[in-house]
């Protein structure tokens, strides 16, 4: 394996960031927490500590809040043309892509991941979709209904943005996640509290001064720093708030739900996963195992759609193991900002412990090490890419998402695609899936017995702003992306008129 660990140089305009004095984003002005604490921020690659943070609770969501719902309601953002909403939104994804190359700096840096996939899919993916979802502005369209109703009537509906929205957002995609949400919600003409991960705050807090830049009215987007069961919570209970959106975890997905019940708040949810890839015999060899080793570790394995039980055919399972194996042991490992990287180190600590301990226990329950297995050095939160075989539905290592560079790898001798799909399905969670074959019929046919809410053949982890993507089951409620999304930011308003 290919280890290089040294921290590589930043960019001038990425230092002159990390020398600032961070502060929250409330109602236009940059300030600091109601406690005036704060929280240090992790390189997870050394260990060092390259920031402090405001850490936002309660009091502060308080202010968040109070200040979406002025905007919410206030002129500025209420009158704006629908045509200029999206010239606004557009504008975003224009000074994204102007400073790509720092936010990718910064993004690898907070978080770990190699700055080359940072640059090439989180920044660009976010980019596309401030420019995409710039055009729902206006077309966010009602429908006149023709009633059966006795007299003479004229009905129609309305869409109207749904109000103040809360919006918490996870550690593995900072950047993108924040994309995810803001976009379609600015387009619709919410008004957004959004609450970036304790441990990836960095480029929500840069990205905030894009949008002062892009000429959001003050309150539109405010950007609270804190953490989940703080500043988290109390957004997630707040009865000032409409709406809450929430990438994460199903166990906090599920405390998400609880809290929003105080004024029924709508919630949508992209949670976790545990994504099976099954490879057919037909398929290409070396682009499926290509395939299954990125989808297992892209991002260190911390996707929710990651690959993390991989199925091949009896007949191609040696061949298919060998391949996973020889990929595992080339791939370069260190400081995210290295552009020849492809892994970096998990997250933080917390992570890296939880990953370890999977992987042990995986070996105390009979599974056998390909190849991985152990953490690397002494500094930083490294996991060398590991292939467990000789597993099975009853290891926790099978059931259980993981979040790292661990995959599971099962044979299967079943050509009865009902038999195929019963163990994909053999999960609580419905998020992605992907299919590798040549053969259309047995793409299509099991494509439909899955149950989940996104179905890739012959590749994995695919994105794009016009696909609708969210989960079955325990992966979730909702949809981010495509025409999909807007439904989570938007109300419908009926309206009959009597016109005899």
């Not at 090490?369 to 099975?392: D, M, R």
Request: with cysteine; hydrophobic share 40%.
């Amino acid at each position: 394996m290919n280890i290089a660990i040294a921290k590589p140089k930043l960019g001038r305009d990425s230092k002159a960031f990390l020398a600032k004095k961070h502060r929250m984003f409330i109602d236009g002005k940059w300030v600091e927490a109601k406690s005036g604490q704060t929280f240090p921020v992790e390189d997870p690659a050394t260990q060092e500590t390259i920031g402090q943070v405001p850490a936002g609770d309660k009091a502060d969501i308080d202010l968040a809040v109070a200040a979406a719902r002025r905007a919410f309601e206030g002129k500025a953002w209420s009158r704006m043309l629908p045509a200029d909403r999206a010239k606004l939104v557009w504008r975003i994804g224009d000074l994204l892509e102007k400073h790509a190359d720092e936010f990718a700096e910064l993004e690898a840096l907070d978080n770990g991941k190699p700055v080359t996939n940072a640059r090439r899919d989180d920044i660009d993916g976010s980019i596309g979709m401030f420019r995409y979802m710039s055009g729902w502005a206006t077309r966010l369209n009602g429908e006149t209904i023709p009633v059966s109703s006795k007299g003479n009537w004229h009905c129609y509906t309305m869409r109207e943005p749904v109000g103040v929205v809360g919006q918490i957002i996870p550690w593995n995609f900072p950047l993108m996640m924040a994309a995810w949400k803001l976009a379609p919600a600015l387009a619709a003409g919410c008004a957004i509290i959004l609450k970036p991960a304790e441990q990836t705050p960095l480029t929500a807090l840069r990205f905030g001064e894009l949008l002062q830049e892009a000429g959001l009215p003050d309150g539109v987007v405010n950007i609270v720093t804190g953490f989940g069961e703080t500043a988290g919570a109390a957004l997630a209970n707040h009865d000032g708030v409409d709406k809450v959106a929430f990438t994460g975890s199903t166990e906090v997905g599920k405390l998400i739900v609880k809290a929003a019940a105080g004024n029924l708040k709508r919630v949508s949810l992209e949670l976790g996963g545990k994504s099976p890839a099954i490879v057919f015999p037909d398929a290409d060899l070396d682009k499926a195992i290509t395939g299954t080793a990125s989808a297992i570790f892209y991002n260190q394995g911390q996707c929710c759609t990651a690959g993390s039980r991989l199925f091949a055919h009896r007949s191609i399972y040696d061949k298919v193991v060998e391949g996973m194996v020889e990929r595992a042991t080339k791939i370069k490992v260190g400081h995210g900002l290295d552009p020849s990287v492809e892994l970096g180190p998990l997250v933080s600590k917390e992570q890296h412990t939880k990953v370890a301990g999977y992987i042990e226990s995986g070996r105390k329950d009979g599974a056998a090490i390909a190849t991985g297995g152990h953490v690397i050095g002494n500094q930083g939160y490294f996991v060398e890419p590991t292939v467990l075989t000789k597993t099975s539905r009853d290891m926790k290592v099978v059931r259980e998402e993981i979040f790292g560079p661990v995959v599971c790898v099962q044979s299967f001798d079943d050509d009865d695609l009902e038999a195929v799909a019963k163990f994909a399905n053999d999960t609580e969670y419905g998020l992605q899936a992907s299919i590798w074959t040549r053969n259309l019929k047995t793409a299509h046919t099991l494509a439909r017995k899955i149950k989940a809410g996104t179905i890739c053949v012959n590749n994995h982890n695919y994105g794009d702003a016009a696909w609708p993507f969210g989960g079955y089951k325990q992966s979730g409620w909702g949809r981010e992306m495509g025409k999909e999304v807007m439904e989570n930011y938007t109300e419908t308003k009926s309206v009959a008129i009597n016109l005899g």
